[in-house]
């Protein structure tokens, strides 16, 4: 068994804790008069309560309304208002402290017990007290009505238990049936008891239970069966049954080693659970009245334990706060094969539930048997070879696994026979006929056989803390800040993800996605641990399972929601109880819930379908969900709008507000302006305008302005567009307006000069009047305004006037809209415009292409030379010389792509589906096709010399064959090595083509017997690299980029060696081609060190040969290259020596500065702009007669003739 | 009660025998049987006998006189150790054949066939034939026959037929060895991690029995490992039971050409071209010689045809 704490809170001492009924609330009475209501499950303080003066013993909520009392050791007893928060009265009476308060289940009173050796009760509606029960003569510690009956119980310092029989005062207290009372219903009534002989009305003691040897704290009627449990000071917990006359002591719970303070029943299970000032909280078998665990805090004495009605959750208070906690997991321990899930119910047996019937069958077995009699069954696991179950239970050190048969025949819950148990913590199949089994204590992993004998024992590292199923024949190790993939057969670790305190897993049904579980965090993962999303819960998280198609559903304690792999994630129902999901099968979610049933919950998936289509650009399926579903809401839109769909949302919405802003986010003005219409609003119009305007929409902006009355913009929209005609109509309408300020704006737009002195002078503005009429020979206008003026000519004293100023004339016709390119409608609009959406294209839209950020390939060349450069200098002579051009190919011609083969064999099994699903010349290798695999080389890369290939055809061939031995005397099985093992579906079946792994092995191979001055088997093994990847798949781009990186390298290399050996074959005397071929060489694109080699030959060559400037250049290329070192001080004695000539003896075809290709035929130069071709499958460069010739480089393909290129993807 | 059911005296020695433990059966005596079970374990015997290329002349003769009225079963034991000792001259026996009469005619006739007539569809439709009349489910070693003759020629769909036909067998069927193995090699030629994993560990555990005196049956299941583990890729776990099948100094033609695909994956066939001189010693005939040659016959082909264009 095990304590499971769900929440804490630090305060002073608490004295008195009570659950509220339905929501996750407890209130907690200090010691320090102040009241707390606190959500557990959020571990938030909802409220503080203080009107006692002095410590508050005790706290109740009602049980229906909202409404909760207090009692305190200032006499009061205190209800308080939920809703308002405040206390609505106090009922005062007792006279000493008080020690327990309580609403009745049904009738309107309140029960409370006191230091003042009474027990009370009060009706809380007319606040009155109804009863005061005497007897008890010493302090009533506890005092609780009965669940159902009208009974009372009370526990006092005075050594006894008392059962109260209040059905005397419910009948007095409860309203009559009718006004009219009859005859019988007034003899019953007056024949009630009205005092007992101690004065007590209408409540009378039914028992006294003596057997506490010291003064009783608390005592407490069980749920539903006529028992009592009762907590001393004399450190024990007393068992008692009552019938209808009389009651007795049962049995005794002895352990406890201090006052025990509060006992109570388990609502649900035969416990009892206890707490005393020993600082325990111990847990009893009801029947046995045996310990069945005890838990034990440092610091802490316990004042009172609570149990909630409904919920398996227990509440505790002690000296520095209260702790909320639960016995033992409630998750149902399962396991799901095929269409069946298999599950341990409440009453610890097993159970199957056939989802393809939606039956649960009877009961199969029972695991009462198996380990104590209260551990719980943690994990299940199934395996369909023997039909058998692998169960874990306990904790810790005694954790232990149970192998169990189950029966073929369900006929109920039989014990079973047939157990093989162990040590474990966690326990489950690995493959038919093995499993393992996690101890935590020593970190070992058991693989163990059905037989239950140990095959293998893994050690595991210290840091792992559990293991979950990692699907056949693997396992995740947990560890606190990681989960590691482990292969058991293997003892190999194979991937590793960071991520906290991971308790669950829950894998994909294709089994490519796994989500981790924590108490709060669902991380969700590939199969290679690779992370795809995570996302954080407030509340806890509890299960997990993927539907068919990939998404992710998972519940917490009060939601079912979902994600999907991109991290959406929503919430798809609320839930009233907790549930655990098993699996997902289209709307139907089926969950276990915590009393170990299999409930069916129907969900909406409209939601996450539709995103996740929208998500995976599937259109056609968006389009369907649009047409078919009522998807609406705020939700949904934002999401639309965040996710750049504004068109899509536009089809959710009938609001015009948003209509219109969607309207105008996706640039759809006709919607816009149609919504606008109906809002009218100037923001609108104006938002229309701005929109409009930078679409050059100007029909549009003309139809806004003109709605907001907006006359000077439209003048000047006007004038832009050069439509004098309407311009002439604004300084109209201004006219009319009496806008003066317009009009004269306009006359400005327009150059109508009469209009605009007349403006003036209405405005008062003479002398400009004249001014303007005078200068634009306007004079008779001029005479009549000096006429209104009074003024004579003379008296105007005007400066030079020039010409009259122009009106521009438009270059062009009147502009219409501004031109937009033509627009195509989304597919979206194109959709629902036309309703038909199979034939259209999203391919553009495909995520794949736009995503893919290819990176170059990065090889990393372990080269030894890196390390000690002068090293090599060992082997290359220094005396001699090397020379090489740096090149960029240009990409091979590329043909067109060649025609997929027709298949004409009609191979079967797994032959059949390579050559199907062949999309490489090795792939066709691998099935053995090897005419068409020549073929496609032919067609790709334009190999016509075969035989090299001999070697690498055989290999990749054979590389894939097994012969698995059968009968003797038979010939063996023809087996074969997949590339993936993993892989369940046959159109992506491919063989195993070896290859790719060890390239950069062979490279380095390559480099050291460069490094060793072994050119022609640096050749060999460069040419051999290149016939691999010749006949290579690999899986995806960054590996074809990588094989690309490699040919270019080996192409380089034996280019590079290649005139290095001719430069060494050259007489004596031919000491031009000597240096040309030296300088050429330090062109190759060699690795650096390499290339300092190149450049070291290339200036001892030169400087040798008197050609000091060549000389003098590559002594600079070598200091570039490295500036330090013995080599770097040769360079800079070559180099000062030479620069004191500065030239060069013999003329050689080799400008330094000049960017050229090499000839692999005839190692010259090919300058730029020179004609060229080139070879196929590594893009070596030929002079065009080479045309037609094999490669000298790969001596496997021709030169220049057309070819589609290679093609290694699977 | 039957025999072979787990609780029958027969479910050991069976499951011995088809997972090659010749040795151990040879060790049982006739006694240790109750009298209806012995002219079976005699049986095993014999063919265990054979199997381990020693001479059963002695036994049949027992047999024949322990059992006078299994003339019919002797006579084709007989002519079975003979085929393994003088090999097939003058053996008409097996060729006379054509409608097998029981159950072990229809197996061993079909071994003949494949073995020294190279006739795999006379051999299948042999065992077919008898399957088609057969009405007793203990007869199911034609059907471990006849699937790896299926297997053998790549028709992994005919196999699963013949493994889907056990559908139809009451369950007891389906718990015998014989279905377990055939079942097993299925698997492994279906290929996925869990398919091949569970045979893996299917013959790993049949590895924990005493193997202290059987080398034959130890290299037999050992060799079966290397190829499951070959096909998961395991290459550390590969080199590791090639180390153990080389300590007992057996080999097998399987082997041998296993061993080649091996060095092509990790070696980069440094070794094969030996190994395949090795293979041509010790089984001249193995299908891995025949598809080099074949292979090398098609390139030769595709060499001149891309040299003359």
């Known amino acids: 068994m095990k304590m499971l704490t769900k929440f804490e809170s630090k305060s002073s001492r608490a004295k008195g804790v009570a659950f509220h009924p339905t929501r996750p609330w407890v209130l907690v009475s200090l010691h320090s008069s102040t009241i707390q209501l606190w959500d557990y499950r959020m571990g938030t303080l909802i409220d503080r309560f203080e009107d006692h003066e002095g410590p508050v013993r005790c706290v109740n909520f009602h049980p229906t309304q909202p409404l909760f009392v207090s009692g305190g050791d200032d006499y009061t007893i205190k209800v308080w208002s939920l809703n308002t928060r405040k206390c609505i009265f106090s009922l005062n009476g007792h006279l000493d402290y008080l020690r327990a308060v309580s609403f009745h289940h049904d009738l309107p009173w309140i029960l409370s017990s006191s230091d003042d050796q009474t027990i009370r009760i009060w009706n809380w509606q007319n606040r009155q007290e109804i009863a005061c029960l005497t007897g008890h003569n010493h302090y009533v510690m506890s005092a609780q009505f009965h669940p159902k009956d009208d009974l009372i119980i009370s526990a006092s310092l005075d050594q006894t238990v008392r059962v109260w029989d209040i059905s005397g005062l419910r009948k007095k207290h409860s309203a009559p049936t009718s006004s009219a009372r009859s005859f019988e219903d007034q003899l019953q009534r007056q024949q009630l008891p009205q005092q007992d002989i101690f004065g007590n009305v209408n409540a009378i003691v039914k028992y006294v239970l003596e057997g506490h040897d010291k003064g009783v704290n608390y005592a407490t009627f069980h749920p539903t069966l006529p028992l009592i449990v009762s907590a001393g000071d004399d450190r024990l917990v007393k068992l008692w049954r009552m019938n209808a006359t009389t009651a007795w002591e049962v049995d005794t719970c002895r352990g406890h080693t201090g006052n025990v303070l509060s006992a109570i029943f388990h609502p649900q299970q035969d416990l009892i659970i206890s707490v005393a000032d020993d600082k325990t909280i111990r847990v009893w078998d009801m029947n046995r009245r045996t310990p069945v665990k005890q838990f034990r805090r440092e610091h802490d004495r316990f004042w009172l334990i609570a149990s909630h009605p409904h919920i398996n959750l227990f509440a505790t208070c002690h000296d520095s706060g209260v702790m909320v906690f639960k016995l033992e997991r409630e998750r149902p321990a399962h396991a799901i094969f095929q269409n069946k899930l298999f599950f341990v119910n409440g009453e610890k047996q097993v159970q199957c539930y056939d989802f393809s019937r939606n039956e649960t069958s009877l009961p199969m077995l029972s695991l009462k048997k198996i380990g104590k009699t209260w551990s719980f069954m943690r994990s299940l696991s199934y395996n369909q070879s023997d039909n058998s179950i692998l169960v874990t239970h306990g904790e810790g050190d005694s954790g232990q696994y149970a192998y169990i048969t189950l029966p073929k025949h369900v006929t109920g819950a039989i014990e079973p026979t047939d157990i093989r148990q162990g040590e474990g913590n966690f326990a489950c199949f690995i493959s038919r006929n093995r499993f393992v089994s996690f101890v935590k204590s020593s970190k070992t992993l058991l693989v163990k056989d059905t037989n239950n004998n140990t095959t293998k024992t893994i050690q595991l590292d210290s840091s792992v803390n559990d293991v979950l199923s990692g699907g056949p024949g693997r396992v995740l190790l947990v560890k606190t800040h990681a989960v590691v993939n482990y292969d058991v057969q293997q003892r190999k670790e194979l991937a590793e993800i960071s991520v906290n305190n991971v308790k669950y897993v829950s894998w994909s049904n294709d089994g490519q996605h796994l989500a981790l579980l924590s108490k709060h965090t669902i991380t969700i993962a590939t199969k290679d641990l690779e992370l795809v999303t995570s996302m954080h819960e407030t509340i806890r998280i509890k299960s997990a399972a993927w539907d068919d198609s990939g998404v992710l559903l998972y519940s917490t304690l009060n939601h079912i929601k979902y994600s999907l792999l991109n991290g959406d994630h929503g919430i798809i129902k609320t839930l009233s109880n907790t549930v655990y999901i098993t699996k997902v099968s289209q709307k139907q979610v089926y969950c276990l819930n915590r009393a170990g049933e299999v409930e069916v919950i129907t969900i909406d998936p409209t939601e996450y379908r539709f995103k996740k289509s929208l998500v995976n650009k599937n259109f056609n399926e968006v389009l369907r969900i649009i047409k078919n579903s009522n998807l609406v809401g705020q939700n949904i839109i934002a999401y639309l709008q965040k996710k750049g769909y504004p068109e899509v949302a536009l089809q959710f919405v009938e609001d015009p507000e948003t209509r219109f802003d969607l309207a105008v986010e996706c640039g759809n003005l006709q919607v816009a302006l149609s919504e606008a219409k109906t809002l009218n609003d100037n923001g609108i119009w104006k938002k229309l305008g701005d929109e409009a305007l930078k679409q050059g929409n100007l029909e549009i902006v003309e139809f806004v302005y003109q709605q907001i009355h907006s006359f000077d913009k439209l003048s000047f929209l006007y004038l832009c567009r050069g439509d004098s005609e309407r311009l002439a109509k604004m300084a109209t309408i201004a006219e009319h307006r009496r806008d003066l300020s317009s009009l004269m704006q306009n006359t400005l737009y327009s150059n109508d000069v009469k209009k605009r002195c007349q403006t003036l002078i209405q405005s008062g503005m003479l002398p400009l009047a004249y001014t303007l009429a005078k200068s634009n020979g306007l004079d008779d206008l001029a005479a009549d305004i000096l006429l209104e003026a009074g003024i004579s000519e003379d008296k105007v004293v005007l400066p030079e006037l020039g010409r009259p100023c122009e009106l521009p004339k438009p270059v062009e016709n009147t502009i219409e809209h501004w031109p937009l390119e033509d627009t195509t409608l989304s597919f979206f609009e194109t959709a629902l415009l036309t309703g038909k959406v199979e034939n259209l294209s999203i391919e553009e839209e495909d995520p794949q292409n736009g995503a893919e950020d290819v990176t170059r390939a990065n090889i990393d060349l372990d080269d030894p030379m890196n390390d000690d450069a002068e090293e090599e200098e060992d082997a290359w002579d220094n005396a001699d010389d090397l020379s090489i051009p740096d090149d960029e190919f240009e990409d091979a011609e590329q043909s067109n792509e060649i025609d997929v083969f027709q298949q004409s064999a009609v191979a079967e099994g797994e032959v059949g589906y390579w050559l199907r699903n062949a999309k490489t010349a090795a792939g066709y290798a691998a099935a053995g096709a090897f005419e068409q695999t020549a073929s496609m080389l032919n067609k790709q890369l334009g190999v016509v010399n075969f035989e090299p290939l001999r070697p690498r055809f055989l290999e990749v061939y054979q590389s894939s064959k097994l012969y698995l031995p059968g009968i003797d005397d038979l010939p063996a099985m023809k087996d074969y090595i997949r590339a993936d093992n993993d892989e369940d579906n046959p159109n992506k079946f491919h063989p195993l083509i070896p290859g790719f792994d060890n390239l950069e092995d062979r490279l380095s191979v390559g480099f050291k017997h460069f490094k060793a001055n072994q050119l022609p088997e640096a050749i060999k093994v460069f040419r051999d690299i290149i016939y691999t990847i010749t006949l290579l798949t690999v899986a995806d781009d960054e590996e074809q980029e990588k094989c690309e990186e490699i040919l270019r390298l080996c192409r380089e290399y034996i280019l590079g060696l290649s005139m290095e050996l001719a430069r060494r074959a050259l007489g004596p005397d031919d000491i031009k081609r000597n240096l040309e071929l030296a300088a050429y060489f330090t062109r190759a694109g060699l690795q650096g060190p390499h290339r300092i080699n190149a450049l070291q030959v290339a200036m001892t060559q030169s400087f040798k040969n008197k050609n000091y400037a060549s000389a003098s250049y590559f002594a600079g290329e070598v200091l570039a290259a490295s500036a330090s070192g013995q080599r770097a001080d040769q360079a800079r004695k070559i180099k000062a020596k030479s620069d004191l000539i500065s030239k060069d003896a013999i003329e050689i075809d080799f400008d330094p500065y000049a960017e050229f290709d090499i000839c692999c035929a005839s190692f010259t130069p090919i300058y730029k702009g020179e004609p060229s071709v080139s070879e196929a499958l590594v893009g070596a460069k030929y002079k065009e007669q080479y045309k037609g010739q094999l490669c000298s480089i790969t001596k496997i393909t021709a030169i220049g003739v057309p070819a589609s290129g290679l093609r290694l993807k699977s | ?309």
């Open chain 2, 1 to 309: 009660m039957d025999a072979f059911a787990d609780s029958g005296e027969l479910y050991t020695i069976r499951n011995q025998f088809y997972t090659n433990q010749h040795r151990k059966i040879q060790e049982y005596s006739l006694d240790q049987f109750s009298p209806e079970n012995q002219l079976k374990v005699l049986e095993y015997k014999i063919r265990s006998a054979v199997a381990l290329e020693e001479d059963a002349s002695q036994l049949i003769d027992s047999g024949k006189s322990l059992f006078p009225n299994q003339e019919g079963l002797f006579q084709l034991l007989s002519a079975w150790n003979d085929l393994k000792s003088f090999g097939t001259d003058d053996l008409t026996y097996f060729d006379d054949i054509k409608l097998a009469q029981f159950e072990l005619q229809a197996v061993l006739t079909a071994i003949y066939r494949v073995k020294f007539e190279k006739d795999v569809e006379l051999a299948i439709n042999i065992l077919t034939s008898y399957i088609d009349n057969l009405n007793n489910f203990n007869e199911l070693e034609p059907f471990l026959v006849l699937v790896q003759l299926h297997l053998a020629t790549g028709n992994l769909q005919a196999a699963n037929k013949v493994m889907l036909a056990f559908q139809k067998f009451p369950d007891s069927a389906r718990d015998s060895i014989v279905y377990q193995v055939l079942e097993s090699w299925i698997l492994a030629i279906k290929g996925e991690s869990d398919n091949i994993s569970n045979v893996y560990y299917f013959y790993d555990e049949l590895l924990s029995a005493d193997f202290d005196n059987d080398p034959q049956g130890k290299f037999k299941l050992l060799n079966m490992l290397f190829v499951l583990t070959l096909q998961m890729k395991h290459y550390p776990e590969v080199q590791e039971l090639l180390v153990q099948l080389k300590d007992l100094n057996i080999t097998s033609g399987d082997f041998i050409a296993n061993q080649i695909t091996f060095d092509y994956l990790t070696n980069g066939g440094a070794q094969a071209d030996e190994l395949r001189s090795q293979l041509a010693k010790v089984d001249p005939e193995h299908q891995c010689l025949a598809e080099f040659q074949e292979k090398n016959a098609q390139f030769d082909d595709i060499v001149k045809k891309y040299q003359t264009t």
